[in-house]
């Protein structure tokens, strides 16, 4: 996750507010940066920081690679291809259009749809989803039971 020059800003002056250990990373640190696993990674970043916060957060922004897609409306609809693999760039773009519904609201947009008509909708899918968090909920209860020996 990239973070804008006004939110890395804001939250460096929210960070130097707060009081934290000298080896706190935020999580956002570990984004966009090299093949190492996360451990390496932390205990390596946590190894270099100073304890002066400016320090700290000046060594935080040397370490964190920058994103070179341009900020605008495609951002969070746009992938990376990696050494030519488009079916894997393809594959997660449309895992993105999916987890934000990208086609189910295109195709509501493409005709009007009555006030009444869209409230019935709306109350439906709230039910919808009440009903599988019930269900599941249910289910994880059997499981449950049923690993105890019941």
Known sequence: MLFSSCTAALSRRVFASVTRPYN?????????????PAVDRMQDLAGRISTSDEARWAQLDATRKTD???HGP???RSVRVQAG???????RLDQILARNQVRKRLR???RHEKRGNKLRRLASE?????????????????HKIRDRGA
């Open 126 to 142: 709230r039910w919808r989803k009440r009903f599988a968090f019930a269900v599941r909920e249910k289910v994880q209860l059997v």
């Open 85 to 91: 693999a488009v079916g894997d760039a393809i594959q």
């Open 24 to 36: 706190y990373l935020p999580r956002f640190v570990h984004s966009y940066t090299s093949a190492i």
């Open 74 to 76: 495609y951002k969070g």
């Open 68 to 70: 070179d897609v341009p």
């Open 108 to 110: 509501l947009a493409e």
